[in-house]
């Protein structure tokens, strides 16, 4: 079972109130526990091939680079099912993210899972708004009901 301590401040009520979602998942639950996080990466490329180490002298590497542009990382954590996967996509926009969640919730891993509630920053994409922005609205309300945001 996870445990939840927070210290609530007039600015803390809305936090404590998310996270209290959290109490009562365990690893036998049907509601399931999934972190996630995104990065943007730098896709880079040494312009001149660096000098191995040889007796007596350290290796060398120019600090040039070529950029070959960025994509997104995703990472996807299910920390009571030891679980992880991390996706890469061209973009990180609101709908990137809502794609990701949707290939969450149809993961066949979590085929009799009730809700899985999501962990995740608080960006602005991160909402059931981006699923609306980026499905029909049926199949952004079949997404919103496998989830639960904290």
Known sequence: MIQMHLKYSNGSKQLAHRYSALQGVDANSLTLLVCMDEQPKQLIEDSQRPLAARPGSAG???????????????????????WREVRVTPTKTAIDWARQVRQLVDEPRYAAAEKIILVCDNLNTHSLASLYKAFSPGEAHRVAGGIGLV
Do not use: A, S
Not at 60 to 82: A, S, T
């Open 60 to 82: 060398k590497q120019d600090y040039e680079y070529i950029r070959h542009g960025v994509c997104c990382v995703w990472m996807f954590n299910e920390p009571l099912g030891k």
